[in-house]
């Protein structure tokens, strides 16, 4: 299945633009080569995208190449947050701590 | 394998063979692995290989529920079930002599994998402080596109109490770990009567890979102390971060992609380019390509089991239901999803580990 609006950056990673979503305050970048874009599901996209638009995001919300949905931010998924304007999120460790 | 799963408490809701009191178990939750050393499982110079000594300062035990004490007491030294397992495997391919010698690790060489977590507690956690953040988006007027965002200022007493709830979680993780490490050496002490240093169980490392740290990172140039939320995403920090043993200093932090029963996991090492484009992290392992829903349909009239034993893995589980959920094809290949961080560079292949033998729960 190929996801609308993504874009290629190189062999390794795509791109969710910041434009790909209302309210993203950074883009999103998943590590995937051509063959495990293929397996992305729309949902695990759309939580990198929805991670973007929270405050005090610094740099891109990531992903990575194992990346599936979860609850909340994708299972596969890195974010960092700025100390003093960021936030913290039980969803963003998830269930299974450590 | 028949002594590993005897000695080895698996299974979804399994009860292990620790008993903990109320001094005890707070002692456990601010110390993590050097409490489980210091209560005679396994040996100090395991705490220097594993992520932040195993151990997570600014853990705080009073803000731990009732709920999550009692999911959590009987737990510890328990492997649980789902995707976690103990493997027995062997070495069948190096990619990075270097790194390999360092890490001790050679072509043939047996290997122990454990992928476990803080089991109930660490979901009873989690639980909790969903509940709390729910009312703290509310207060904050925090616009979410999806609630399941739920969280709170950093700086709020509802994240604070979160974060240091969280660092009892993820040191019952590593005391739990390092106890399950401990009964596994003592179960080749009983089948091959040599004790763990004849026999080179020495830990190569212990990482988790779904936590929030606080960690310093150079972002457009200039250091920033952040929050990073790994979610299914191991650190892998490269050479030289001080936050290193000193034997692995020269090559990077060793990574363990645990993939599924049937194909292979996969040691790697952290680099600098991890830590300039994600944060130095990288993968978790295969990744689900089936929901378990899915995989037990896809299974109906096999028998996992004797497909594991037609390619040389016995396994040891304690549910049907366990092992159609785990089978490969539920799972992307661990070889293209470890190609890909490779050839990203955020991370560096260093061997191939085949399993032999698995104990599921």
Known sequence: ?98 | MEVLHSEIPSGVGSKGKIRLGPESERKLLLKGARWAVEEGYGDISDLERIESGGCIEGANPDLISQKAYERGRAQQGTLGSGNHFLEIQYVDEIYDEKSANALGLFEGQVTVMIHTGSRGFGHQVCTDFLEVMERAVKKYNIELPDKELACAPFNSSEAQDYLAAMRAAANYAWANRQCIMHWTREAFLRVFMAAPKELGMSLIYDVAHNIAKIEEHVVHGKKMKLIVHRKGATRAFPPGHLELPDIYKHIGQPVLIPGDMGRASVVLIGTEKAMSETFGSTCHGAGRVMSRHQAIRQAKGRSIYREMEDKGIIVRSAGRETLAEEMSEAYKDIANVVDVVHNAGISKKVARLRPMGVVKG
């Open chain 1, 1 to 98: 299945m190929t996801i609308e609006g993504l874009k290629r950056i190189d062999e390794n990673r795509i791109e969710i633009p910041k434009d790909y979503k209302a309210g993203m305050k950074t883009n999103g970048i998943i590590f995937v080569d051509s063959a495990l874009e293929k397996a992305l599901e729309a949902g695990s996209v759309a939580q990198v995208a929805n991670v973007a638009t929270l405050p005090g995001i610094v740099g891109s919300s990531l992903a990575m190449p194992d990346i599936h949905t979860g609850y909340g931010f994708a299972i596969g998924g890195v974010a960092a947050f700025d100390l003093k304007e960021g936030i913290i999120s039980p969803g963003g460790v998830g269930y299974d701590i450590n």
